[in-house]
Every structure is written in structure tokens, then in C-alpha cells.
């Protein structure tokens, strides 16, 4: 079975400053990570993904998450938050040796990110 | 423009009526999802479809059906509401391969069971 923990419910942060948003993970074989975000009465959209290779990777709005196997970890993380990003986020994984089972994602609960001018 | 359509974007129900929630998309995607969002719950499997003529169930669910006659569209019935139905419904698709992987959501179908 697969799960996704994201530990806080709610991370406030004062624009400008730097952002995390913390996500772990359980799966049995190799991961397939992700980060959404959902703004009020909205869809999810995607952000950035991992699936093999550096461990850091680069999304979408300046976003970018470090993936660390030992830590089982990929947290969320932005150099300079905006007022803006304010939003529910959202951590999901999918194992990659799903095989001839399901391939959909397992998300967390979802963090309320506040960026307070 | 591409994407995923949901229909209706919000349903009043009353208990014990069937409702069908649709869902259409136009990317191809040989898998297709759908989920429940719950405040403090995050998001929660109902049922999945991993290509066309074939489904499965999820997390959660009892109290729901689905069927996916072809590729595009991918509907799921509720056969008589009940109040613990109320939730906010996402349908979603994504192809199954290594790489791109990642799933597109629609806009969401926010129903109400009274």
C-alpha cells in the first residue's frame, strides 16, 4: 500500500520569505512524486513532478522540491514566497511498480499555505 | 482548449435519487479517476479506469458506480444518495506509462445530498 503524510496542517509564512511545505511518503518499490496546488473552488493543478534522476526538481510559479530517498521525503520549497501562492497544496504519490494494478495517486490531506503581506 | 469537462458544476439532491456526475476529456489519456474531496479527509479514491471497457474500485467506493464505455468520457452514478454523499467530486485522467504520469483534474462538481 502506498501513503502520503503532510504533517502540518496550515504553514504561514510572510511574503518574500522563503517557503516549505513538508511531505513524506510509504511505498513499497520506487516512488513517483508530485505537488499540486488547488485555489478556492478549483481543480488541482499540477505543479512538478518526480520520477527519476536529480533530485531536485524545478516546477511551475518558481516552485521546486528535493526528493531524498533515506528521509523518504519531498518536501515543497520556494526561495521568496508571494501573496499569491496563498493556496491549498497538495503532496501525492504513485508506486512504480504499480504493474498491472491501479496507477492512480495516493494524495495527503493538503496544506493551507497563508503568505501574509 | 484541452482538458477535462465535468458536469453538473453543483447539484442540490435529495436522499434516495440517483445522479450521474459526467465526465469528458479530450487528452487521450488511457486512465481516468474519480475522487472525492473532503475538508481534513484531502482527497479520497472512488473508482478508476485504467483503460477503456475496464474499471476498478478505490478507497472509497460504496454507494457509487462507474462506467467507461469508451475513452473520453467516464461517468459515475450515484444509485440513491444519501447525506454522507455531500462532498466535492473531481474527475481526473492521466496515461499510465513511465514519464508522464501525472494526472489533470477537472474543475470539480460540488454536490449537496439533502
Known amino acids: 500500500a502506498q501513503s502520503v503524510a503532510q504533517p502540518e496542517d496550515q504553514v504561514n509564512v510572510a511574503e518574500g520569505n522563503p517557503l516549505t511545505v513538508k511531505c513524506t511518503y510509504s511505498?513499497?518499490?520506487?516512488?513517483?512524486l508530485f505537488w499540486y496546488v488547488q485555489y478556492p473552488n478549483r481543480g488541482l493543478q499540477f505543479l512538478l513532478k518526480?520520477?527519476?534522476?536529480?533530485?531536485l526538481v524545478k516546477g511551475s510559479y518558481g516552485f521546486e522540491a528535493e526528493f531524498n530517498k533515506s528521509q523518504t521525503s519531498f518536501h515543497l520549497k520556494k526561495p521568496s514566497a508571494l501573496v499569491s501562492d496563498s493556496a491549498l497544496y497538495f503532496c501525492a504519490v504513485r508506486d512504480v511498480e504499480s504493474g498491472a494494478g491501479s496507477y492512480q495517486l495516493t494524495f495527503g490531506k493538503g496544506t493551507k499555505l497563508s503568505v501574509i503581506p | 482548449i484541452a482538458g477535462i469537462t465535468q458536469a453538473p458544476t453543483s447539484q442540490i439532491l435529495a436522499a434516495g435519487r440517483r445522479m450521474t456526475l459526467r465526465c469528458t476529456q479530450d487528452m487521450r489519456h488511457n486512465a481516468m479517476y474519480w475522487y472525492r474531496q473532503d475538508l481534513g479527509l484531502g482527497l479520497r479514491l472512488i473508482h478508476y479506469?485504467?483503460?477503456?471497457?475496464?474499471?476498478g474500485k478505490g478507497e472509497v467506493p460504496d454507494g457509487y458506480s462507474v462506467s467507461r464505455a469508451n475513452t473520453d468520457d467516464f461517468p459515475l452514478t450515484l444509485a440513491s444518495a444519501v447525506p454522507s454523499q455531500t462532498s466535492v467530486y473531481f474527475c481526473a485522467s492521466s496515461f499510465t506509462g513511465t514519464g508522464n504520469t501525472e494526472a489533470f483534474f477537472g474543475q470539480g462538481t460540488r454536490l449537496t445530498v439533502v
Open positions: 479506469s485504467n483503460t477503456a471497457g475496464t474499471t
Open positions: 518526480y520520477i527519476t534522476g536529480d533530485n
Open positions: 511505498v513499497s518499490g520506487n516512488p513517483y
